[in-house]
C-alpha cells in the first residue's frame, strides 16, 4: 500500500497520491454502475473502499473509518440487490426497482444520522488521536452508513444523502490534502444530480417496490 500512497503528479499545486486517485475514480465508476442498478457497483465500491482505507488510515480517521463502512454496506448491498433484483418472470428487468422510502422510513434514517453523528463525534472528541477534526469526520462517517443504507435498499433518497454527505466531504478532502478527491466530487456532482433523476423517474413510472417492506 505504500506504493499506492506515493505521489502521482501534481495538479494546481496539489499533490496528488495513487491511492486517493486511483480510489476515487473506482469510485465514480461504482457511483455510474449504481445509477444503471448493475450489482457491479457493489464490487467496485468495496475495492475502492479498501484502496482509500489505506489513503487515509493514520491521517483522516473519520474519513478511513467511512472505507470500512463502505466496505461493509457493499458486502450488505451486493447481498441484497442480489437478493431482491427483478425477476424477468415477473415483469422485472433483472435490475432492483428504485422507490421512494416510506416517511417512517425516512424519520428513522435522520434521527439516526442526527443521534448517530452526535455519538461518534462526541466519542472522537474524547479520543482526540482519532480525529483532529471530530464533527466533519463523524458526520461523514455517519452519513455514509445512512447513504449506502438506503441504496442498498433501492430508495431514491440515498442520492440526497450523498449530496448532503459530499457537503462536507469536499472541504474536508481539499484542506486535508486530498485534492484528487475535491476534484472528483465535482463530477460525482453531476453524476449523482443524474442518477437521482434517472431513479425518480423510474420509481414515478411503475417500477414495482420490490423493496418494499422485505427485511433488512
Same mark, same amino acid.
Given at each position: 500500500?505504500?506504493?499506492?500512497?506515493?505521489?502521482?503528479?501534481?495538479?494546481?499545486?496539489?499533490?496528488?497520491? $495513487?491511492?486517493?486517485?486511483?480510489?476515487?475514480?473506482?469510485?465514480?465508476?461504482?457511483?455510474?454502475?449504481? $445509477?444503471?442498478? *448493475?450489482? #457491479?457497483?457493489?464490487?467496485?465500491?468495496?475495492? *475502492?473502499? =479498501?484502496i =482509500?482505507?489505506?489513503?487515509?488510515?493514520?491521517? =483522516?480517521?473519520?474519513? +478511513?473509518?467511512?472505507?470500512?463502512?463502505?466496505?461493509?454496506?457493499?458486502?450488505?448491498? $451486493?447481498?441484497? #440487490?442480489?437478493?431482491?433484483?427483478?425477476?424477468?418472470?415477473?415483469?422485472?428487468?433483472?435490475?432492483?426497482?428504485?422507490?421512494?422510502?416510506?416517511?417512517?422510513?425516512?424519520?428513522?434514517?435522520? +434521527?439516526? %444520522? %442526527?443521534?448517530?453523528?452526535?455519538?461518534?463525534?462526541?466519542?472522537?472528541k %474524547?479520543?482526540?488521536t482519532?480525529?483532529?477534526?471530530?464533527?466533519?469526520?463523524?458526520?461523514?462517517?455517519?452519513?455514509?452508513?445512512?447513504?449506502?443504507?438506503?441504496?442498498?435498499?433501492g430508495?431514491?433518497e440515498?442520492?440526497?444523502?450523498? =449530496?448532503?454527505?459530499?457537503?462536507?466531504?469536499? &472541504?474536508?478532502?481539499?484542506?486535508?490534502?486530498?485534492?484528487?478527491?475535491?476534484?472528483?466530487?465535482?463530477?460525482?456532482?453531476?453524476?449523482?444530480? #443524474?442518477?437521482?433523476?434517472?431513479?425518480?423517474?423510474?420509481?414515478?413510472?411503475?417500477?414495482?417496490?420490490?423493496?418494499?417492506?422485505? &427485511?433488512?
Amino acid at each position: 500500500m505504500n506504493g499506492l500512497n506515493s505521489e502521482a503528479f501534481v495538479l494546481f499545486d496539489q499533490h496528488i497520491l $495513487w491511492s486517493d486517485m486511483i480510489g476515487n475514480v473506482l469510485g465514480l465508476i461504482a457511483l455510474a454502475l449504481g $445509477w444503471r442498478r *448493475s450489482l #457491479w457497483t457493489w464490487p467496485v465500491q468495496f475495492l *475502492s473502499g =479498501l484502496i =482509500l482505507f489505506g489513503a487515509f488510515f493514520g491521517h =483522516l480517521t473519520g474519513s +478511513a473509518g467511512k472505507q470500512t463502512v463502505v466496505m461493509a454496506v457493499a458486502l450488505y448491498g $451486493w447481498w441484497q #440487490w442480489n437478493r431482491m433484483k427483478g425477476r424477468a418472470e415477473d415483469g422485472g428487468d433483472g435490475q432492483i426497482a428504485p422507490r421512494f422510502a416510506t416517511w417512517r422510513e425516512r424519520g428513522a434514517m435522520v +434521527a439516526a %444520522a %442526527a443521534v448517530g453523528t452526535v455519538a461518534v463525534a462526541l466519542l472522537f472528541k %474524547a479520543y482526540p488521536t482519532l480525529s483532529w477534526d471530530p464533527w466533519p469526520d463523524a458526520y461523514i462517517f455517519v452519513g455514509t452508513i445512512v447513504a449506502m443504507y438506503a441504496q442498498a435498499r433501492g430508495m431514491v433518497e440515498f442520492w440526497f444523502a450523498w =449530496l448532503l454527505v459530499d457537503l462536507v466531504g469536499v &472541504p474536508l478532502n481539499f484542506a486535508n490534502g486530498y485534492a484528487f478527491s475535491g476534484f472528483v466530487y465535482v463530477i460525482y456532482g453531476a453524476l449523482v444530480l #443524474w442518477g437521482m433523476r434517472d431513479w425518480w423517474l423510474r420509481s414515478r413510472n411503475g417500477a414495482r417496490p420490490i423493496l418494499e417492506g422485505a &427485511p433488512v
